[in-house]
């Protein structure tokens, strides 16, 4: 059975700094990955999808990285500014037909 | 474009009393979710659709949950008799197919007292 576990559970940081957040998965064959950020009381809002295929993927001051083999995958947060405060969770899919599994998600909160 | 549109967002009632959550998907996709996230938690499957099939409803409580597609488009999730135990935000998200980058709305967060 998937698991995936995100570490930290919460992060706290000052404007400015760069930041990884980290994804872990027990079962390498995945079929894709996708982080989500989730705003308190809101719904999801996919901010990266990467392929099996693939290593990375960029959207501004997002890059996501995948490491299939060793079953991780991290976000990595350019220049954090406070509007990035959040909760960012990361899903993977195991096949085609496959379901996206959830990690708990880091609370990230970036401080003026 | 719209994206995927949920009613209502807040839901308050008795236990034991009936409750329905409706999803309309964005246009084109043909596979919608319904998800349940407890608080602190990441969301959990109910069950898959791929356009009107019900591909995966394993994890779905069939006791008291039902949920159907009428015409692969709109989606209702029906909960009779609710439970304490069942308040929690019940997502709803769509994707072109199968495998693709899946898309959320905002969810309805189920309040049973």
């Known amino acids: 059975k998937q698991e995936v576990t995100q570490i930290p559970a919460a992060l706290s940081v000052p404007e400015g700094e760069n930041l990884v957040l980290n994804c872990s998965f027990t079962?390498?064959?995945?079929?894709?990955l996708q982080w989500f950020r989730q705003d308190p009381g809101k719904g999801l809002t996919s901010l990266l999808l990467?392929?099996?295929?693939?290593r990375e993927q960029t959207s501004g001051r997002l890059n996501a990285s995948l490491d299939k083999s060793s079953g991780r995958s991290t976000l990595y947060i350019a220049a954090s500014q406070p509007g990035d405060s959040a909760t960012y969770l990361c899903?993977?899919?195991?096949?085609?037909?496959?379901?996206?599994?959830f990690g708990k998600g880091t609370k990230l909160s970036v401080k003026p | 474009e719209a994206g995927v549109v949920q009613s209502p967002r807040y839901k308050i009632i008795e236990k034991k009393q009936p409750v329905a959550f409706w999803c309309n998907p964005i246009s084109g996709h043909n596979t919608l979710y319904w998800y349940l996230q407890n608080l602190g938690q990441g969301p959990e499957l109910l069950i898959r659709y791929e356009n009107e099939e019900a591909v995966d409803d394993s994890q779905l409580p069939k006791d008291r949950f039902s949920a159907e597609r009428l015409k692969g488009v709109d989606s209702t999730l029906k909960i009779q008799p609710a439970e304490l135990g069942d308040s929690a935000v019940y997502l709803c998200a769509s994707s072109l197919a199968g495998p693709d980058e899946a898309f959320f709305g905002q969810g309805t967060r189920l309040t049973v007292v």
């Open positions: 899903a993977v899919r195991g096949g085609s037909q496959g379901n996206l599994i």
């Open positions: 990467i392929q099996s295929s693939q």
């Open positions: 079962d390498s064959a995945i079929y894709n």
